[in-house]
């Protein structure tokens, strides 16, 4: 009897082990499932971009291709107008292309062209235009001019995202920001600019090696969460 009854705690303590390994056996099985039910969709996701970046840049591809007779052209309008298409319709790849023009066309006039297209930048209907970068009293300027080409706009700068590289790698921070006629030093800035009436944005750098800047630089900005970046800057000096 004493044995019978030995044995017969021993089930009923295993049975209850097992009765609480059971939730916890259940719990970890659907917390693996769930996991890897996750990492599965993380994968199709990645799998799913990557075929959408390369459906993107065949598009752009057969894009470019469409515009070749046209920047070929011996037509000085036409070539134009296909280096004014092509910046709008193709942000980045577009904009490399219209890059080598501006530096290895034969053209001088279309090589002036596509520097100053390059100098334009438009989103969410508004229009940043690079007017000159230059040199005075030994401190590097961009002069940049924002307009709305739809409605008035709130538009932000974040002082922070400001900087300046020129070709030889220096790295130049900015020093004093001017938007309209107001001082920007820290933090996020927000202002609105009129329809039709351009507002200046003056961005003064400093260097902390007091190296002069060698052209061409480049700056790069965020304004409205859209990065900005202007490439093979000349710099005038006065």
């Not at 334009?120 to 007017?131: N, P, S, V």
């Not at 921070?173 to 006629?181: D, L, Q």
């Not at 996020?188 to 800047?213: A, V």
């Amino acid at each position: 009897m004493r044995n019978s009854s030995t044995k017969k705690d021993a089930w009923d303590k295993l049975s209850i082990v097992i009765s609480a390994l059971i939730p916890i056996s259940v719990a970890a099985v659907g917390g693996y499932y769930s996991w890897a039910m996750k990492q599965a969709e993380i994968v199709a996701s990645k799998d799913k971009l990557q075929i959408e970046i390369v459906r993107s840049r065949v598009e752009q591809a057969k894009l470019v291709h469409t515009f070749t007779k046209s920047l070929t052209s011996d037509d000085s309008n036409t070539r134009k107008i296909a280096i004014s298409a092509v910046v709008y319709a193709l942000p980045e790849h577009g904009k490399k292309l219209v890059e080598d023009i501006s530096l290895y066309d034969s053209s001088e006039e279309i090589r002036n062209y596509a520097q100053r297209r390059l100098r334009t930048i438009i989103d969410e209907g508004i229009e940043y235009k690079l007017r000159s970068c230059g040199v005075e009293n030994d401190l590097l300027y961009c002069d940049i001019l924002l307009q709305s080409t739809t409605a008035d706009k709130i538009v932000g700068i974040d002082p922070g995202s400001v900087e300046m590289m020129d070709s030889e790698g220096n790295l130049y921070r900015p020093k004093e920001i001017v938007f309209g006629n107001k001082y920007m030093k820290t933090g996020r800035y927000e202002d609105t600019i009129i329809s039709g009436w351009p507002t200046l944005l003056t961005i003064k750098f400093s260097s902390d090696n007091q190296e002069k800047p060698v052209s061409p630089i480049l700056i790069r900005f965020n304004s409205n969460g859209l990065n900005l970046v202007f490439r093979n800057i000349k710099i005038s000096r006065k």
